[in-house]
């Protein structure tokens, strides 16, 4: 494979979750596996940051949250998927999709054009009809998206993994908009939000490379989500489902990391929900 070049800034926090997916990968007790998380690091040179506990744990649950959010939301009827900064995100090659699946990947042409380069030399073919989309979520990216096969008047199931922080909240209320415009009836959205419980320093999770991560992010980060989201999310037109942490990592019987509530502790609420429309 000819050398890759690495995205830069923003770009490069999509190796990190990689890194804590392939993690995950290697735990016995694993929630997923995603074998692209492997190919990534290895084009990346970058080493895993398995020693980060809570962060490959807090990915390892997220990831399996919204696995299973997507695979309801094509239950219930979604035929397309737009993924919001879907980064080194292996789905499209990784969930068992039915027939007549599209599914869209929207993020920075420098960390798409990283992707690419890995996966042609790969060789994967993907499990649905996978669109990529180059484009700034702080610019028209609706008419991309548009021009890119997607369906305004189709049900959608949105996904915003790991990007919100990253934008400014103008930038954010925008993405918010555009989204609601592109949603037909029956479309639905999944976020979550660790408001800046991963920054936290000294952390209770013990340091483990926090403070490292911490320092690395934390200029990276623009704005923080509203603690408690339901109304927020109702302005936008989602009926949103939040859930606690705890009922989440529960689930997927794993323990709830102690940062949680220590945020608790703090009126720092960390939060995921589903919603629809
Ligand atoms: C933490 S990674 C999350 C990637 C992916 N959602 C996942 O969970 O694997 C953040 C991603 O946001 C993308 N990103 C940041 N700012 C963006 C923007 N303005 N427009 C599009 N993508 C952006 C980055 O390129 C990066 O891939």
């Not at 919001?84 to 990784?94: E, I, N, P, Q, T």
């Not at 609706?142 to 400014?168: D, H, N």
Request: aromatic fraction near 8%.
């Amino acid at each position: 494979m000819e050398p890759t070049i690495l995205p830069a800034g923003v770009g490069a926090t999509a190796i990190a979750i990689a890194a804590a997916r392939e993690a995950e990968g290697r735990r016995p007790d694993r929630l997923f596996e995603d074998p692209l998380a492997g190919l990534f690091l290895a084009a990346a040179g970058r080493p895993t940051i398995d020693t980060v506990g809570v962060l490959v744990d807090y990915v390892a649950v997220r990831t399996a949250f919204f696995d299973d959010y997507l695979l309801a939301a094509v239950a219930g009827g979604c035929r397309q998927v737009v993924v919001l900064a879907s980064g080194l995100d292996g789905r499209a090659f990784r969930l068992d999709w039915p027939a007549g699946m599209r599914v869209f990947e929207l993020d920075l042409p420098a960390s798409l054009a990283f992707k690419e380069r890995v996966l042609a030399a790969s060789g994967l073919a993907p499990r649905c009809d996978r669109r990529v989309v180059p484009a700034d979520l702080c610019a028209d990216w609706g008419a991309i998206l548009v021009a890119a096969g997607f369906t305004p008047g189709q049900p959608t199931a949105w996904l915003a993994e790991g990007i919100m922080s990253y934008l400014s909240e103008a930038d954010r209320e925008q993405l918010m908009t555009t989204m609601a415009l592109l949603s037909a009836p029956g479309s639905r959205f999944a976020l979550e939000s660790a408001g800046a419980l991963l920054l936290r320093s000294p952390n209770p999770e013990g340091d483990n490379g926090l403070a490292a991560f911490a320092q690395e992010y934390r200029g990276l980060w623009h704005s923080t989500l509203p603690t408690e989201p339901t109304a927020w999310l109702e302005r936008h037109g989602w009926r949103a489902d939040v859930q606690a942490p705890a009922t989440v990592w529960r689930r997927h019987a794993r323990p709830e990391p102690s940062l949680f509530a220590a945020g608790r502790a703090e009126g720092q609420g960390a939060w995921f929900m589903t919603a629809s429309r």
